[in-house]
């Protein structure tokens, strides 16, 4: 009887044993799955950023081969991590490892202002206003770089000094195939040689950082990409300022991104601690820019968009393109995102003239953009850097620039800060480029 009983014991408890070994089988892989079988969810791109004095290459490298995934970009200077496309599940076993700070889901970035107008030949309004050039002089090259972290530079450009720096979209040079950065950088730095626009800076030299696509948008991989390589080249290329004319939501943790798990904001915390200035657009939404990156990171010098159509003050410029019809001179532009008063966005907001735009673009000698914020607040960043008087934040940069009333730009509409192109006035991620 005793042995019945051990037998059908046996025979009952052997199969639980099996099954429980089967599970604990599929545990076990889940946990260390180097035959991973991937989810059948669509996989996402995720930034991954590693603990401080984690190995960064190392620990990629073991994640990879244990989770069965290839990274798309390696991070070692700005922050230390990766971006990657990923499962829920391989998401899951990344969120849970120790040596994981946070993950961010990627956002797209998009350029701002995007539409080419033909112009003339000449030192534009814009330019002439914030005091860069008049009818008969401008200034020399600034000797600090500028990196232009946007859609990539025509770098055979006759009208600019542009070089090579970092594609973060593909393969080959920061060659570019939408025009939003050539545009950019020709309002920096146009050549002063008798053909096409002059910049607000003549001749300094461009670093092309393409992060932004031919349709005009990048994602938060991308554009931080492009910032890990400036903050990694900044100091041996001389880069003392990066523009960044690119835009989407999110919102600002006053902590580097360390409260919301913002990679963005990470790299750029770091990269400015690393000696780099970034002087990013606020955008064309006719919105507070509260809910916008990069332009509410404390961080960064953020331009807001004045109307400027002869360069002087007086209200008596007439537009130069059909948008400008919407605006008057020397006011707040109507399209122009902004920061309200006694904000603590306001500290780090200045404003430059932004409608109608002229400037270079590819393969031509001229275009014009009806509606962009002047990112020629980065040479004259630039140009502030490269004094004598060591300068890194926006607060600091921003009290050097002349006071409102030395340039007489305007400083009201509505309840909005709408910060004077050279000083602080009162008055007033998908990421896309501004098709106005």
């Not at 991590?81 to 829920?88: D, E, P």
């Not at 990269?271 to 006719?286: C, D, E, K, Q, R």
């Not at 002047?374 to 607060?395: F, K, M, N, Q, Y």
Request: charged residues 20%; aromatic residues 4%.
């Amino acid at each position: 009887m005793d042995s019945v009983r051990r037998d059908r014991s046996i025979r009952t408890s052997l199969p639980r044993r099996l099954l429980s070994a089967g599970v604990a089988a599929l545990l076990l892989n889940l946990a260390i799955p180097s035959g991973f079988v991937r989810a059948a969810d669509e996989p996402k791109t995720y930034v991954v950023v590693f603990r401080p004095g984690v190995a960064s290459n190392a620990k990629t490298d073991d994640v990879e081969r244990r989770i069965g995934f290839s990274s798309d970009f390696r991070y070692a200077s700005a922050l230390q991590g990766f971006a990657a496309r990923l499962t829920s599940l391989q998401l899951a076993w990344l969120r849970a490892d120790p040596d994981v700070a946070f993950v961010s889901a990627d956002r797209v970035l998009h350029a701002i202002g995007t539409v080419p107008i033909k112009a003339g030949d000449t030192a534009p309004p814009g330019v002439r206003r914030v005091g860069a050039a008049t009818a008969t002089t401008v200034r020399e090259a600034a000797t600090a770089n500028v990196a232009v972290i946007d859609s990539g530079v025509d770098l055979s450009h006759p009208d600019l000094n542009a070089v090579n720096g970092k594609n973060c979209i593909g393969s080959g040079t920061a060659r570019d195939d939408n025009g939003h950065g050539t545009h950019v950088a020709g309002t920096i730095a146009a050549r002063n040689n008798g053909s096409g626009v002059i910049g607000v800076a003549p001749g300094t030299k461009i670093y092309a950082v393409k992060v932004i696509n031919a349709q005009g948008s990048g994602t938060d991989a991308q554009v931080i990409c492009g910032i890990d390589w400036v903050t990694a080249n900044a100091a041996a290329l001389g880069i003392k300022v990066a523009n960044m004319s690119l835009g989407g939501p999110g919102a600002d943790d006053g902590n580097c991104g360390k409260t919301n798990a913002d990679a963005l904001h990470r790299a750029i915390c770091n990269s400015v601690a690393a000696g780099v200035t970034y002087v990013v657009a606020a955008g064309n939404s006719s919105e507070d820019f509260a809910a916008d990156v990069p332009a509410n990171y404390d961080e960064t010098l953020t331009v807001t968009a004045m109307a400027d159509y002869d360069g002087l003050p007086g209200a008596l410029g007439s537009p130069s393109c059909a948008d400008g019809v919407f605006d008057q001179d020397d006011s707040a532009a109507s399209f122009s995102n902004f920061t309200t008063a006694g904000s603590a966005d306001a500290a780090h907001t200045i404003a430059a003239p932004g409608v109608c735009i002229q400037s270079t673009w590819p393969a031509s000698s001229l275009s014009a953009l009806a509606r962009r914020a002047l990112p020629g607040r980065a040479p004259v960043s630039s140009r502030h850097r490269s004094s004598r008087r060591c300068v890194r934040t926006p607060r600091a940069i921003r009290a050097l620039i002349p006071p409102p009333a030395s340039l007489a730009i305007p400083i009201t509409r509505s309840a909005r800060t709408t910060a004077t192109s050279l000083g602080p006035v009162p008055s007033t991620r998908l990421l896309r480029s501004s098709p106005r």
